[in-house]
């Protein structure tokens, strides 16, 4: 039995306690209000600020349990103490003051129940000992006096009140015969007819009089009037000094939790009343004593036995107290009391915390409102048979928390009717929520097993079988009989070796499940693939009990999987390996090469004259002359080589595992063999060679298969160009230049893309005249890593690409859009565009040209003028001409750059309808020091002159360049000497400052 303090005051924690509060420091009493109203709400305090206010209240309406500060402004603690003991010598008083041991010693043995120091924290100690104070007084109190039978008569009116107290007194005290009368006559009429009792509890207001009335009567009659204690409403609190001159042994007002006061009060007022009578016969006794000494030792020997009777009965009122609070308050089950209309009148601690709310929000409610409304049926129906039987009646049903949670219980209720009263219904709730989900669990576990389509095998830790299910019977066909105390190893297919189960149970034991497919035999001595589960299955100490095992028939997935597999990495009409099959070997033979230190042969073969016999004989010839060849080659290869087939009459062979590159020549020439003999088709003999290209591995690079088989095929074209039915080996220094000029050309269209391009304008002047003719649009690079990059550095990689084509548009469109721009500034000059051959040369190079003119309809076509190098323009002068014809007819005129640089003859000058010419920057820089630059120069000004054509010499680099020109009769020019390539926003201010030089001013 539980009888720890701890367990008592939570006991107590549901009934509304009244504590007086005697404090004069306000921050303490804000302190304590604020704690007890979050941590401890049944107390309800009432505050005062000084003793004889403390002292006054208990007067009027005495407390439950008094709280005093150690020193008030108006008393000390001992003097407090003397004068509560005189007012309430009953009233339980707890001290809270100084950490002072001998305050604490001398207050206690001032009388104090129990002194708190005012120590860091103590107010999170004080609601629980408070409860402790108070149970421990009040079981002083009643110590003893619930076992001897006691009559009570009731005088009052019928109403709850009376009901509700007859149930408590059933419950608390069973002891009490109580009789109940309504109103002063029929008490008066019950008190003459009926034996003495015990005690009267008599209601102040009553139907017909006042309980102070009745009182006075029975006074005044001879009638014996036991002890009384006067109950009253709250708002008769004045009655009380007239009850207590009366002579009334106790006044209670109604309240919350009054109940278990008043039993207390009426033990102790019976107690009181019945020592009352023994004093006072001890006094007649002690006046007689001289007369009746003999009768005088007989009345205190049975006031020694009373006295005695009234320990035992203290003793055993309290180890009752003791049992009613274990086994009802704090019992393992929830328990209620609901009376007949459903509403729930008390409830142990269990079943609050069932529900997890506080008591106040439980009792006084219905039952029903707290179960799931899908289940209130089952409690309606539970209600109807209790009311009609008189046996117990229980249900399982859901209930619902405070926070919305639905529950299971189990309830269970009876029915009590107690001396015509009406009748009440305790239950019992029990939590099965946890029970549910089990029975949910193995009801589920059970179907499973049942109905699962897998089989279930379930064994011992040692492998024997303990249960099947019906489909392991019907995927093994053995039934469970035939398996039941067997091993598993009945179905061995002797497939896997030793080492396959080894492991498994070593992924059993450390892993605690094993997963993967295994092949079995059936019955019938089918044997089959099976994917199978088996797991450990533990007890709460962890140590394996069983083994379960899951498993499903795979065999036609296998076998799907195998002809899918076959499908997808053979080729359908030679059954060669594909392309997939030929990289996973490919790969692998790779890994092998490189582990080993040995040769890896790649050849690609292609068949010679195979579409020629496919046009002649059909489709039909030339897949049997495939599966043919292919048959053949494949015989002449080793058998740890590959032979795959990569469409139409494409194979590639794999040859690993070479000593040396020297050791494939054997193996290649018999390739070539097989596939140039003859194959009879009918009666007709089908003959083609083939070529093969090889390459070899390890290579001083890192290389991928992927590059492995284009190596392979590039040597194979190498192999065809060469006259085919030969073989020929891959050169990979050729390779890596292709590659190199490759990565550059991408390099050069992702530059386009991301307008890295920009344009430099160099200006030409007519020296003579000091005016600005035009400029010359250069494309630069300005690289992102490598900065700005001259075109020498990357035109020629594009000069024979089509890539140059969309260069060349580029330079064309941004020049175009400069012009515009110049304009809207004030400055119009013409500026030309180099243009190379491919893209001159294209069929479609005028209509190109025309929309992107179209494109700037604000720029007069002769401000563009197309440069074509003398080189170029020669290599098809009828074409040229054309195009340059078309585009003068828009407006656009051309200049021939690099004039005397080639093997110009005066009939292309005469036939090409250009208007201007470039003398090249190489005659123009050395005419000063060079005899024959100065003749040439002459040559091509003379020609120039006799052929009407503006000229315009390059490369000027200094004034005396200039001079020299100008004395020649060479007024146009460009150069360093005049002015270095600059951006375009750079150009128009160069424009508005440049002048010539003073040296050419006078030259004639």
């Known amino acids: 039995m539980n009888s720890a303090p701890e367990a008592r005051s939570k006991a107590s924690r549901n009934q509304t306690v009244r ?53 008030l402004p108006d008393s000390g603690s001992v003097e407090m103490i003397k004068n509560l003991r005189r007012l309430a010598p009953n009233l339980p008083v707890v001290l809270i003051g100084p950490d002072n041991e001998d305050f604490f010693i001398r207050d206690l043995r001032a009388g104090a129940d129990q002194y708190l120091p005012k120590s860091g924290g103590y107010l999170k100690f004080l609601p629980g000992l408070l409860h402790d104070v108070l149970y421990e007084h009040r079981r002083k109190q009643s110590k003893g006096l619930f076992d001897a039978p006691q009559r009570i008569l009731y005088v009052g009116h019928p109403h709850n009140n009376i009901d509700l107290a007859l149930l408590h ?85 109604r309240h919350e939790g009054y109940l278990d006061q008043l039993t207390y009060r009426i033990v102790r007022a019976i107690a009181n009343n019945r020592l009352n009578r023994l004093n006072e016969q001890l006094r007649l ?18 006031l020694e036995m009373q006295n005695d009777e009234l320990r035992r009965a203290h003793k055993e009122l309290d180890a009752a107290r003791e049992r ?32 997890g709310i506080t008591q106040d929000k439980f009792v006084r409610q219905p039952l029903d409102r707290f179960i799931f409304k899908e289940d209130q049926s089952i409690y309606c129906l539970l209600c109807k048979q209790l009311s009609e039987r008189s046996e117990p009646q229980a249900c399982d049903l859901r209930m619902v928390k405070d926070n919305g949670t639905p529950f299971w219980v189990h309830l269970t209720a009876t029915s009590q009717n107690s001396d015509g009263c009406a009748p009440v219904f305790p239950i019992a709730l029990t939590d099965v929520t946890e ?49 039941l105390g067997k091993n598993p190893r009945l179905l061995s297919s002797n497939r896997h070796e030793t080492e396959f189960y080894t492991g498994m149970w070593n992924d059993l034991v450390k892993q605690g499940y094993w997963q993967g497919e295994i092949w079995n035999r059936c019955k019938n001595g089918e044997v089959i693939a099976v994917m199978q589960t088996i797991s450990a299955v533990r007890d709460a100490q962890g140590n394996i009990r069983h083994y379960v095992a899951l498993f499903s028939d795979i065999t036609a997935i296998k076998e799907h999987e195998l002809a899918l597999d076959h499908d997808a990495h053979y080729d359908a009409l030679t059954d060669l390996p594909n392309r997939l099959l030929l990289n996973d070997r490919l790969k692998q033979g790779m890994v092998q090469s490189r582990r080993r230190g040995r040769v890896l042969a790649v050849a690609f073969l292609d068949l010679d004259g195979f579409k020629a016999i496919n046009d002649d004989f059909r489709h039909e010839a030339g897949d049997q002359l495939l599966i043919a060849v ?59 060679s083939a070529s093969l290209g090889v390459t070899f591995y390890p290579q001083a690079e890192i290389i991928d298969e992927d590059q492995l088989l284009r190596q392979a095929d590039q040597a194979m074209y190498q192999a065809k160009m060469a006259g085919k039915n030969r073989f020929h080996f891959f050169d990979a220094e050729q390779d890596r230049d292709v590659h190199g000029r490759y990565e550059s050309l991408e390099h050069i269209r992702h530059a386009l893309a991301a307008g890295e391009f920009v344009l430099f304008y160099q200006p030409k002047v007519n020296m003579r005249k000091g005016t600005i003719t035009g400029a010359e649009a250069l494309i630069r690079w300005q690289h992102p890593d490598r900065g700005l990059l001259p075109p ?5 990689e594009i000069e024979d690409h089509s890539l140059a084509i969309d260069v060349g548009e580029w330079v064309i469109n941004s020049t175009l859009s400069q012009i515009e721009i110049w304009q809207e500034a004030g400055l119009t000059v013409p500026v030309s565009v180099n243009v190379c051959a491919r893209q001159l040369q294209q069929k479609d190079f005028v209509e190109r040209l025309r929309k992107i003119l179209s494109a700037h309809p604000n720029i007069d076509p002769s401000c563009l003028k197309l440069e074509v190098m003398e080189t170029s323009a020669l290599k098809n002068v009828a074409l040229i001409c054309q195009i340059m ?120």
Not at 792 to 796: A, C, H, I, S
Not at 975 to 998: N, Q, V
Request: aromatic residues 8%; charged residues 25%; contains cysteine.
């Open 169 to 253: 007194f059933a419950k608390v005290a069973p002891n009490f015969t109580v009789d109940i009368v309504n109103g002063c006559s029929e008490a008066l009429a019950h008190l003459a007819q009926s034996s003495p009792y015990d005690l009267a509890l008599i209601e102040l207001r009553m139907a017909e009089e006042c309980g102070l009335d009745f009182v006075r009567k029975a006074k005044r009659s001879s009638l014996r009037l036991p002890a009384f204690i006067l109950i009253s409403d709250p708002c008769d609190e004045d009655a009380a000094s007239s009850a207590l001159k009366l002579g009334a042994a106790d006044f209670i007002i």
């Open 19 to 71: 504590l007086m509060y005697a404090e004069n420091n306000r921050r303490d009493v804000d302190m304590t209000l604020s704690h007890f109203a979050k941590f401890a709400p049944e107390f309800e305090l009432v505050v005062v600020d000084t003793g004889a206010a403390c002292l006054k209240q208990i007067r009027n309406n005495p407390p439950d349990l008094l709280l005093i500060n150690h020193q």
């Open 885 to 1004: 014809e078309s585009c003068r007819e828009m407006g656009v005129l051309f200049a021939m750059d690099d004039f005397g640089t080639g093997y110009s003859s005066l009939t292309y000058l005469k036939q090409l309808p250009v208007t201007t010419i470039k003398i090249d920057q190489t005659f123009v820089r050395g005419m000063l020091n060079n005899i024959d630059d100065l003749s040439i120069l002459k040559g091509v000004l003379s020609l120039s002159a006799a052929f009407h054509r503006e000229v315009i010499a390059e490369g000027v680099e200094t004034a005396e360049h200039g001079a020299m020109l100008l004395q020649l009769g060479c007024d146009l020019a460009q150069g360093y000497g005049i002015a270095r390539p600059m951006p375009a926003h750079d150009f128009l201010a160069w424009s508005a400052s440049w002048r010539p030089d003073p040296s050419w001013v006078d030259i004639n």
């Open 324 to 355: 009613y609070f274990d086994l009802y308050y704090l019992a393992p089950v929830g328990y209620c009391t609901v009376n007949k209309e459903g509403f729930i009148e008390q409830a142990n601690q269990t079943a609050i915390g069932l529900l």
């Open 285 to 302: 006794d002690i006046a007689k004593r001289q007369l009746v000494e003999e009768s005088l030792g007989a009345h205190q020997i049975e």
């Open 792 to 796: 020498d550095r990357f035109l020629p």
């Open 630 to 688: 292919a048959n053949r080659m494949k015989q002449v290869l080793r058998e740890g080589d590959t032979l795959a087939r990569m469409g139409g009459d494409e194979f590639v062979a794999v040859l690993s595992d070479l000593p040396d590159i020297e050791a494939s020549v054997s193996m290649l020439t018999r390739l070539l063999t097989a596939a140039a003999e003859p194959v009879l088709f009918g009666e007709i003999a089908l003959q083609v």
């Open 435 to 483: 029970l549910k989900r089990a029975e949910e669990k193995l009801q589920l576990a059970a179907s499973v097993f049942s109905h699962a389509r897998e089989g279930i095998m379930i064994t011992a830790t040692d492998g024997t079988i303990i249960d099947v299910n019906e489909a392991f019977f019907r995927i093994t066909g053995y039934n469970r009989d035939e398996v």
